[in-house]
């Protein structure tokens, strides 16, 4: 880095000595720059299943980019509003009494503190607050991509039983269509579970005793499942993902709780030669 800075200023000296043109000139590229802000994360989803209090929570918002790639000589307003597509109540799920938070200059973020009441979720089905935030600060822009907040509140513990289940590929998997398996699945946290195989790579299928896991992992909020990107095996470069559909089981879902002894799960594998998709019927065996 200090080569490449001192290369520039060698270009700087050379091209003040040529031309008297250039002399106190700022490079209109960069003196066009904006400074960029955004929140840290686009996603937060918080759990809980009993009244623990008022719990805060701070949510980063920070400099993305600076004309010098430094921090900001000067304060950063920032406005915050609650988007009406928004399914929380403030004073109900949340609260948070700032309409504004300011970056200070010198400083590359500030914290937003939003208050939880943990004992006000909703216990059958999830709701959102989304928080977008703008400026009005000369220079400054806010990134698109970071411009918002959506934090999930999941007040519902999953139906889902631990134990064995029989499960069947349906029409739109890939391969083995109609053909069923026995596999064993799990709750490693809380609406988390897991798997003990994963489909299409059945048990003798480049299956190896040193993986850490054979099976894959999947999350259940209220009734909505998802299956989010992971190895194959927690070892090959190849992902298992969901993929979202709409059927007579699914609306815009990657799986849904059908019963209290069955569910659904539409997944994939990627490969070479492309994805393996599995849907697949969980129907609970124990």
């Given amino acids: ?100 938070v300011v970056l200070e200059a010198g400083s590359d973020y500030v914290l937003l503190p939003v208050d939880i009441h943990t004992g006000a979720f909703n216990s059958e089905m999830p ?31 999953s139906t889902i039983q631990e134990g064995e289940y029989l499960i069947t590929f349906g029409s739109s998997s890939s391969q083995y269509v109609g053909q069923s398996y026995y596999d064993d699945v799990t709750m490693v946290d809380v609406n988390t579970f897991m798997t003990t195989e994963t489909p299409p790579f059945m048990p003798g299928a480049n299956y190896q005793p040193s993986f850490s896991t054979w099976g894959f992992e999947f999350t259940d909020v209220c009734g909505d499942l998802t299956v989010p990107t992971q190895n194959l095996f927690d070892y090959y470069s190849n992902e298992v993902y969901g993929v979202t559909t709409t059927d007579d089981n699914l609306t815009a879902q990657q799986g849904a709780v059908i019963d209290e002894d069955t569910f659904i799960i539409f997944m994939a594998v990627s490969a070479s030669a492309g994805p393996y998709y599995s849907y697949l019927t969980f129907e609970y065996a124990d």
């Fill in 1 to 100: 880095m200090k080569k490449l800075k001192f290369y520039l200023v060698g270009l700087l000296a050379a091209a003040s000595m040529t031309s008297c043109l250039l002399d106190d000139e700022v490079d209109p590229y960069t003196q066009n720059m904006d400074y960029i802000v955004g929140f840290d994360e686009a996603t937060s989803t918080l759990s809980y299943f009993a009244d623990e209090g008022v719990v805060t929570y701070y949510y980063p918002i920070s400099l993305k980019g600076s004309k010098d790639g430094g921090t900001f000589d000067q304060d950063i307003t920032l406005d915050l509003s609650v988007d009406p597509t928004s399914s929380a109540q403030s004073g109900v799920e949340y609260s948070f009494a700032a309409n504004q």
């Fill in 127 to 157: 709701t959102e607050l989304v928080i977008n935030i703008s400026t009005n600060t000369e220079d400054t822009v806010v990134a698109a991509a970071y411009s918002s907040l959506t934090i999930t509140f999941v007040g519902c513990i």
